[in-house]
């Protein structure tokens, strides 16, 4: 059901990915102020803007969910808000290294980015100890459906008070004139940008995908279970009995 | 509530020792004391409907659920203002100096615009952790984060306040902010709520 696609899509990400890798270290020039350093840009940029656009999406699907009440979605949401936690560690980690080599510190607070993207991404810390706490699988779903949308709705309110309340001093490449990047460079980044959403939406079907076959077995599972029960004792084992039913059961 | 916002402030003279506060110290211990002792009204917000089976009759009555979302907000509030009614007076008299009275008139409507915000995120975070199975551990995880804005409207607000000198601008510039997050997230709560008692 998820997996149409997929292996097309896991190829154009690879090949995006190393494309977008071969134009970072061979194509780029090194920019004038930071040189090699700079370049970082192409992997901390790109995924910090998919892994937010991530956590709305998730906010998104979770609107669908409770309008539709259809559990698919409830699982999409989570996949999306899932992944956007994973690559979210990995923005603070780049961006920190990128911090620590431009301006000599691993943490930098006077800088609004990167201070927004810790207050979300600790809010989000909390999806998955929420969501696994509800026991009830049902409530469970409308749950997490609910903190996914207060939580997308509060990225960008989080990013207006921060931004607000600090200087200026994050390095602005993508401002309101179009940024002073070269051409080249805008290049890079962009196809950097495509091959990482890619790569997310690759691993986001491959997750589903996994999740579906896995929930499928299980009620191959219970249904194989039940069958076993309802046979009469001394009825001859079929073929499928070399799967070890529970002997506590009888 | 208000008795552990004073006792924070014990902890803080000792902390930091200092037998005064002012600027924007004074406006961080302030906010994060106040944030701190909302947890603690939040906690206990949904538990006793929860244990007693109350929310089932809530939801027999012929009632519209935003209005249990609203009553339950308006209590927090309640409780936020009796809270404050304590806690900025102790404030005043424990930790800011000599001349603990001018700041109160401008406090006034940063407290009562932070408050509505705190009252919608609080409610529905408290119902949102009231099913879970680590109640007490969720609410602090889950509200702490969502109160960012606040804590940065009102420290950035009052920190004038505390020093003397008041440009009026800067106060409007964080009404305005707090202002925003209370409408998103009393808008936001209002939608979502109904989902979280449906059964």
Redesign the interface.
Not at chain 2, 131 to 134: C, K
């Given at each position: 059901m998820y997996s149409k696609g997929l292996k097309p899509l896991s190829i154009a990400s690879l090949a995006t990915l190393a494309l977008a890798l071969g134009l970072v270290f061979f194509y780029a020039p090194n920019d004038a102020d930071q040189g090699f350093l700079q370049k970082i840009f192409y992997i901390h940029v790109p995924i910090a803007i998919v892994s937010l656009c991530g956590f709305v999406a998730g906010g998104l699907m979770a609107i669908q969910y409770?309008r539709t009440n259809d559990r698919s979605w409830d699982m999409r949401s989570y996949v999306a808000i899932h992944l956007s936690i994973v690559l979210g560690l990995g923005v603070l980690i780049t961006g920190s290294i990128w911090a620590r080599g431009s301006w000599g510190h691993w943490w930098v607070w006077d800088e609004p980015t990167l201070v927004s993207f810790l207050?979300?991404f600790?809010?989000y810390?909390?999806y998955q100890?929420?969501r696994f706490?509800?026991?009830d699988p049902e409530?469970q779903a409308?749950?997490a459906?609910?903190?996914a949308?207060?939580?997308g709705?509060?990225v960008p309110?989080?990013f207006?008070?921060?931004r607000?309340?600090q200087s200026f001093s994050h390095p602005r490449v993508l401002s309101a004139t179009g940024g002073s990047m070269p051409g080249s460079m805008r290049l890079t980044f962009l196809i950097s940008l495509l091959g990482f959403t890619l790569l997310f939406v690759t691993l986001w079907k491959l997750e589903l995908t996994s999740k579906h076959a896995s929930m499928q077995l299980k009620r191959l599972k219970k249904r194989l279970e039940l069958d076993l029960e309802e046979r009469p004792a001394g009825a001859p084992a079929p073929p499928v009995s070399t799967v070890p039913a529970q002997p506590s059961r009888d | 509530m208000a008795l552990f916002s004073v006792t924070v402030f014990v902890l803080f003279h000792f902390g930091l020792q200092r037998n005064s506060l002012e600027g924007d110290l004074a406006a961080g211990v302030f906010w994060v004391t106040l944030l701190l002792a909302t947890v603690l009204g939040v906690n206990r917000l949904f538990v006793v409907e929860r244990e007693q089976g109350g929310i089932d009759g809530m939801l027999l009555a012929p009632i519209d659920r935003t209005a249990v979302f609203l009553a339950k907000a308006a209590a927090l509030f309640l409780y936020l203002l009796l809270l404050e009614l304590i806690a900025v007076p102790a404030f005043d008299i424990l930790l800011l100096g000599p001349d603990p009275y001018k700041p109160l008139p401008a406090l006034i409507p940063l407290l009562l615009l932070a408050n509505v915000g705190v009252a919608a995120v609080g409610a529905?975070v408290s119902a949102?952790?009231v099913?879970?199975?680590?109640r007490d551990?969720?609410v602090p995880?889950?509200l702490l984060?969502?109160l960012?804005?606040v804590v940065?409207?009102g420290a950035?607000g009052t920190s004038p306040l505390f020093t003397g000198s008041q440009s009026p601008h800067e106060l409007g510039?964080w009404l305005g902010?707090l202002g925003?997050?209370d409408m998103?997230?009393l808008l936001?709560?209002i939608a979502?709520f109904d989902?979280?008692l449906?059964d």
């Open positions: 409770l207050i979300v600790l809010l810390c909390c100890p929420l706490s509800i026991e409530r409308r749950y459906a609910v903190f949308i207060a939580a709705a509060f309110i989080n207006i008070a921060v607000m309340s | 529905l949102l952790a099913e879970t199975r680590a551990l969720m995880l889950l984060p969502l960012v804005p940065i409207a950035e510039k902010l925003l997050y998103v997230f936001l709560s979502v989902f979280l449906e």
